[in-house]
């Protein structure tokens, strides 16, 4: 069991560019998320996709649109990339988003916008 | 969603126990008190959840104050692998994804 994959662990873009990362998980999971973590900070939530077919906007969406593409995948893109979305990006999975459903991270892909 | 406190960082010696706390005054009856923890360069971890009652699993405790305004975890031997981040968060129905904060940075002494 893999649990969460994210691809690329690495990536360098230039103001601009576009990227999408990816996200694929293995555990059946209906929910999905993707989330932003800048230095010394803790987690912003961008988007979520509570179920296969439906995505909706977190705490800071701007800049971002994602796909959920299937059970299992969920990605992200940024259309037009720029230095303020350098950062750390966890994709997470749970059963559903029920409170008491626990949520498993990837271990995130690092990205920088120079 | 109501707000949590935690203290920027604490130290622990090696096969002591860890108390860490976190204040959640405004925490409403349906929230429920979870607990991540994010070693370096990795995702969050899952470690634990309660809503009233004290809960205990293979990772760590979770102690809940009778009014339920603070609660603390519990590791009841610290290992330098429990080097990390812990996350005091609470999720309740309304608006129920997890927001994380800033968190205790625990560091772990040989």
């Known amino acids: 069991n893999a649990g969460v994959t994210q691809t690329p662990k690495f990536q360098v873009l230039k103001t601009g560019q576009s990227m999408t990362l990816q996200c694929a998980q293995d555990m059946n999971h209906n929910s999905m998320y993707w989330y932003r973590q800048d230095p010394g900070m803790g987690l912003r939530l961008i988007y979520y996709?509570?179920?296969?077919?439906?995505?909706d906007k977190g705490e800071v969406p701007n800049g971002y649109n994602v796909s959920r593409l299937n059970k299992r995948e969920f990605s992200l893109r940024l259309e037009s990339a720029a230095p303020s979305q350098t950062s750390v990006y966890f994709c997470?999975?749970?059963?559903?988003?029920?409170?008491?459903?626990?949520?498993?991270f990837g271990n995130g892909t690092r990205l920088t916008v120079t | 969603d109501a707000k949590t406190t935690q203290p920027n960082s604490m130290e622990s010696n090696e096969e002591e126990p860890v108390h860490l706390p976190c204040n959640h005054s405004t925490i409403s009856g349906t929230d429920y008190i979870h607990w991540y923890r994010q070693l370096p360069s990795q995702g969050p971890e899952y470690v634990i959840h309660g809503l009233t009652s004290n809960v205990n699993n293979r990772m760590a405790s979770l102690a809940i104050a009778e009014d339920r305004k603070s609660s603390t975890l519990i590791l009841h031997r610290a290992t330098l692998r429990d080097a990390a981040v812990y996350y005091c968060?609470?999720?309740?129905?309304?608006?129920?994804?997890?927001?994380f904060g800033g968190g205790t940075r625990l560091m772990v002494k040989p």
């Open positions: 968060i609470l999720r309740g129905n309304a608006g129920n994804m997890l927001t």
């Open positions: 997470a999975s749970s059963v559903t988003t029920s409170v008491i459903q626990p949520l498993h």
């Open positions: 996709s509570a179920s296969e077919g439906t995505t």
